[in-house]
């Protein structure tokens, strides 16, 4: 492979030092005029830039973390947090970043391959980037560019695009990996162990102009209970009424008010299923053509286990009414739902591109996510078996068409040009049914569809018009439309009115060399984020009027801007970045009524703040290799008419403190022994910050977890490695318990 070069980019030793308890970083940092890294495929993101990219190899990624999820690559990047619950977690890991928290699935984007994987169809915890249509063996590198500063990305890369690059062989190579990992998890009146594995296999090969590549793993895994049936103990009706009951848990919720817990449930025994091709042809030394196909399955239950004790009679089934020390409360089916799932989906993704790096490049590439089965089974009753419902997602998905060039008038000149077009189409039935376990779907219980599109055309142009100077300037324009919504129950059906808006996000960056080993950039840029189809058509139907939707709701509005000075030696990288972000109209999930939540527009929230990041090879001892960062941001809501109480508190799920480290020591040829840490300082869930207490189910803790890892290869075919994320065995809750101590250990066949 030719040599790449890339944008570097870590942050500060003396971090390390002067905080050796917070966290810190792993990544491969990169600078387009000093850094060069051999080998591997380059990435996608616009490198010429002169803004904040991160990166780390799928070599790093094997050799020094814990990595049993594709998201897992992103661990100890600077100011980036997976909210993974965990392992094989599929439908609440959400990446959050500087300015946005892991609420904000749609403020970030996440490809693989130049196929999207982010899930657009709505914005929230359910509506996670697909990471299991890639698996850690198969990453070739992963890098992130920071805020909205390309316009070659539309107004969800606000907080950060994320850009996985797989692996694509240039002769012939196989890999298997089994895994297996197990957790000790004692919670409330829980204290069991939870274990799993993991294996894969991969096999590619290049014969003149073909290139090929396939992926298949299988992960099945339990994992721990997220969710804790409670009852406030204010709701409780003095009375004898009711089964009498022992076993709750006396605790306090997150508003630090006094609570029973009196079962947990979400705990997850999936299985899920990953198998990808990849063929390219080289229909001519400059030009290429590509195929994936990606398909990832799940089939999981969700259990329910109640702390309750009964006198007499029956222990396995709950009672509808019970009474604890002389106080009666209603037991509901959603209590202590299970639940099923059975999901299938389909990723396929083609591009055409010419890659000469003469004065003309171009790529047309075309994708397409498709929900081929997505169907949830929960039950209505308090029993084993009998009536629920039914929710199915099928036909719900997201297709991209791209037609992007570049233009190299000089060495010092380039300018990307590109057309695009987005839709997002989302279409979910809850039926009634019989047996919720096998029953086939019956009436309807509730239906809601939509569909959203984007057409975009940008230009940007980087020029070195010195020596020492760089600059960017570009701009996208966008077309944004909404159309198909419906809303529907059993006896109404709504539609709603088609939407079409257009926006200018301009963008500007420039760079200045300093001194030999100092350059200081500067970036800003607008990003659109518009409202997704969630957030815009779902809600529900009372007396044939919607009563929690709005169709009107306007987009978020966001200028990101960053400045950072960046000192690039043989001994390092040291980055300190001051960043600030100001959003009109964010879009979240705000009290309608006493009773009643539902997206709206907040007025404005300003975030500034300061991130610093380090990384170098052979500090102290020849074979220790240190990344690091340490981010603070002051996020604060600024104006909400619709919560006026949330005006001066901080954004939710954005904390003042954040840091990674990753200490990686290399023994010789054979030996890799690695330790991270991760810390991040308090955070609320609730616009108004009324969550004081962190330490919870439905809080937000703050947190301070280790990992380590040893890895032995053997030989150039042979490695096993053994590894434990929590060392320490924190106890810390983002809304849902974060796994406990979890020992990790597998072994690797290379050809």
């Known amino acids: 492979m030719k040599s790449i070069p890339f944008h570097r980019g870590q942050m500060a030793a003396l971090v390390a030092c002067a905080f050796p308890a917070l966290a810190l970083a792993n ?28 990166g780390i190899t799928g070599e790093q990624v094997e050799d020094r973390i814990n990595a049993t999820d594709s998201e897992d690559a992103l661990k100890y990047f600077p100011s980036l947090n997976v909210r993974k619950r965990y392992i094989g977690d599929y439908d609440h890991a959400v990446l959050a970043s500087r300015a946005s928290g892991t609420g904000n699935s749609a403020r970030s984007l996440v490809y693989a391959d ?26 070739e590198r992963v ?40 957790q000790r998890f004692k919670l409330y009146a829980t204290d069991d162990r939870y274990s799993g594995w993991q294996g894969s296999a991969s096999v590619g090969d290049r014969q003149g102009a073909w290139s090929w590549w396939i992926d298949v793993s299988r992960l099945d895994n339990a994992g721990q209970p997220i969710t804790f049936a409670n009852k406030l103990v204010s709701t409780g009706v003095t009375s004898n009424a009711g089964v009498p009951v022992t076993g709750a848990i006396a605790d306090r919720n997150p508003a630090n008010k006094a609570w029973l817990i009196i079962g947990a449930a979400g705990q997850t025994d999936t299985v899920q299923d990953h198998a990808k091709v990849k063929l390219a042809y080289d229909i001519s030394p400059v030009l290429r053509a590509s195929y994936t ?35 009666r409360y209603d037991v509901k089916a959603s209590d202590l739902a299970p639940s099923v799932a059975s999901l299938s989906h389909l990723m396929q993704g083609f591009s055409l591109k010419r890659h000469a790096r003469a004065e003309w490049d171009w790529e047309v590439a075309a994708s397409k996510y498709d929900y081929r089965e997505d169907r949830v089974r929960t039950p209505t009753v308090l029993a084993a078996t009998g009536p629920g419902t039914i929710t199915d997602m099928a036909g719900s998905g997201w297709t991209t068409l791209a037609l992007k060039g570049i233009w190299r008038p000089n060495a010092a000149h380039v300018v990307e040009t590109g057309v695009q077009s987005d839709s997002a189409h989302l279409r979910t039935r809850v039926s009634a049914s019989g ?40 701009a996208r324009i966008e077309r944004w439309s909404a159309f198909g919504g419906e809303l529907a129950n059993a006896s109404s059906t709504v539609q709603f009115g088609e ?33 997704t189809v969630a957030e815009l058509f779902q809600g529900s139907i009372v007396d044939n009027a919607i009563v929690n939707s709005d169709p009107l709701l306007r987009a978020e509005k966001s200028w990101t801007g960053e400045f950072s000075a960046e000192r690039v030696r043989n001994d390092g990288v040291l980055r300190a970045t001051v960043f600030a972000e100001r959003t009109r109209d ?41 990344s690091s960062s340490v981010t603070y941001a002051d996020s604060i809501i600024t104006e909400n008419r619709a919560l006026p109480a949330s005006v001066g508190k901080r954004q939710p799920r954005v904390p003042a403190w954040r840091a990674n480290l990753l200490a990686t020591y290399h023994t010789g ?34 947190y301070l977890v280790t990992d380590v890892r040893v890895r032995y290869r053997m030989n150039r075919n042979w490695s096993a490695s053994v590894g434990i994320d929590n060392l320490g065995n924190a106890k810390y809750w983002a809304f849902h318990p974060y796994p406990q101590r979890t020992l990790i250990a597998e072994v690797r066949w290379d050809l």
């Open 143 to 182: 890098d992130v560019l920071y805020g909205p500063f390309s316009a070659a990305y539309p107004g969800g890369s606000v907080g950060a695009v994320v850009d996985y690059q797989t692996r694509m062989p240039d002769k012939l190579e196989a890999h298997v990996k089994l895994s297996a990992f197990s």
């Open 499 to 531: 939407r079409l808006e257009t926006s200018v996000s301009p963008k500007a960056a420039l760079s200045f060399a300093a001194a030999r080993d100092w350059t200081l950039k500067a970036s800003l840029g607008r990003a659109v984020r518009n409202p």
């Open 435 to 474: 047996d919720w376990i096998g029953g086939a779907p019956a009436s309807i219980v509730s239906r809601f569809n939509g569909d959203t599109g984007l057409q975009s055309v940008y230009a940007q142009d980087t020029w070195r018009f010195a020596p020492q100077w760089k600059t960017t300037l570009g």
């Open 114 to 139: 130049g196929i999207q994987l982010s899930n657009l169809l709505g914005n929230g915890a359910t509506f996670t980037p697909r990471w299991g249509m890639v698996a850690p063996e198969e990453i």
């Open 293 to 327: 196909l990606g398909w990832w399955g799940n089939d999981s239950v969700r259990n329910a286990q109640s702390y309750l004790k009964m006198g007499s009679g029956p222990q396995d089934q709950t009672p509808a009414v019970i009474n604890i020390d002389g106080r």
């Open 27 to 54: 990544h491969v940092p990169k600078n387009i005029e000093t850094v060069v890294v051999s080998g591997g495929r380059p990435t996608t993101l616009p490198t010429q830039i002169p803004t904040t990219i991160e």
């Open 586 to 626: 964010a879009l979240y999930s705000q009290p309608l009524t006493a009773t009643v939540n539902t997206v709206q527009n907040i007025g404005r929230i300003r975030t500034n703040g300061l991130e610093l990041a380090y990384q170098a090879d052979d500090v102290l001892v020849s074979g220790l290799s240190l």
């Open 669 to 702: 040829q054979h030996w890799t022994t690695s330790f991270g840490a991760r810390y991040s300082g308090r955070q609320y869930s609730a616009l108004d910050n009324s969550d004081v207490h962190g330490d919870t189910y439905m809080g937000v803790s703050d």
